[in-house]
């Protein structure tokens, strides 16, 4: 189930024993270490659970060949990351999804080539390679579609969402809880000061080492993600 920030705060406060009635860490502070977490968690889970942040949006091609300004399609607003991006090709449920070829952004202007054909096919099939570049908040389709009855399914990997206040849902899968309630609970002793206590939850933590044996199990092989000791 979902859990909202409220009750993993409440968790994290159990953890280290801060659970008097006026508790010695202040709300808003654990609430900035909860958010920080979940945020840098999450690039994590984009790449052991990458379901998870998977969005996927239909866009429709712009006719006009002669203008570079119209090969430019901004991300949507939460994107995070590009995956790729299909061609449909026919309607229904006889459409078929092309994946667009991905070319470095310097040198998409060498596909510019829309009104030389390549190949005399009929009118309904792409008679030119079509690729997709990737610059910062946009992709570019070159060169652009010949018509405006083209259209792409994106696939992207989404940012995470912050929590709105304490009733709002963390942007985590259910079986991470466990990994963000154990982390926050050591930066908020580091944060403010308490280096040995922080370094004590994870020695005395027996589920925080089935965690860190579990997930070093996961990221074995994957180039460039700090295990739990090293975040």
Do not use: C, H
Not at 60 to 72: I, K, L, N, Q, R
Not at 183 to 192: G, R
């Amino acid at each position: 189930m979902p859990i909202n920030r409220s009750t993993l705060r409440t968790m994290v406060q159990r953890r280290i024993g801060d659970t008097s009635s006026t508790t010695f860490y202040s709300t808003a502070f654990y609430n900035d270490i909860i958010d920080s977490r979940v945020r840098t968690w999450s690039g994590v889970i984009a790449q052991l659970a990458p379901n998870y942040y998977i969005e996927m949006t239909t866009v429709t091609g712009v006719d006009d060949a002669d203008d570079s300004d119209y090969e430019f399609y901004s991300f949507p607003s939460n994107y995070r990351s590009f995956i790729k991006l299909e061609r449909r090709f026919g309607t229904g449920r006889g459409a078929l999804y092309q994946s667009l070829r991905v070319v470095n952004a310097e040198d998409a202007d060498r596909y510019r080539t829309s009104s030389r054909t390549l190949l005399a096919l009929p009118d309904s099939l792409t008679n030119y390679e079509q690729v997709v570049s990737v610059q910062d908040t946009q992709f570019r389709l070159t060169p652009s579609p010949v018509n405006n009855g083209y259209v792409y399914r994106l696939y992207y990997m989404r940012a995470s969402v912050d929590a709105a206040d304490d009733n709002s849902n963390l942007d985590i899968p259910d079986e991470w809880r466990e990994v963000i309630v154990l982390d926050a609970a050591i930066y908020v002793l580091a944060q403010s000061g308490d280096l040995t206590s922080a370094q004590l939850v994870p020695l005395f933590d027996k589920e925080y080492a089935a965690l860190r044996s579990e997930y070093r199990r996961k990221l074995v092989g994957i180039d460039g993600i700090p295990t739990l000791d090293q975040m």
